[in-house]
């Protein structure tokens, strides 16, 4: 029978601002932390980024990021999820030095 859960996509650079590439260990010890709270999570390679790019008045960036993907089915209100996300986005905008984080949630079913 299907259900509703959550899927949540976080999107992180694999670099610092200044070019320098992000730690390992801060991407495993994210993994780890993210499946202690949600039971799984999938991540891309680090060796074969994404290329994102997005404007800022009339600058465009450009990042190369990798992708943390979630469902979940703990959490009991969307309240509490969001409460969650949050806190999570404002640690991960330290832990990595970025000014903003992308976290996307989908409202998807489960069969």
């Known amino acids: 029978m299907a259900r509703a859960i959550r ?31 949600f039971g799984g999570v999938t991540s891309m390679q680090r060796q074969f980024p ?3 790019l997005w404007q800022a008045g009339n600058v465009v960036y450009e990042d190369r990021v990798i992708l943390f ?28 030095e970025q000014l903003e984080i992308l976290i996307t949630v989908q409202e998807i079913l489960a069969i």
């Open 7 to 37: 899927s949540i996509d976080i999107y992180l650079p694999v670099e610092y601002n200044d070019g320098s590439p992000i730690e390992n260990s801060k991407f495993v010890s994210l993994q780890r932390d993210l499946l202690h709270r």
């Open 50 to 52: 994404l290329q994102g």
């Open 69 to 96: 993907t979630m469902l979940d089915f703990h959490s009991k209100s969307q309240l509490e999820s969001l409460r969650y996300l949050t806190r999570l986005k404002e640690r991960l905008k330290k832990r990595f």
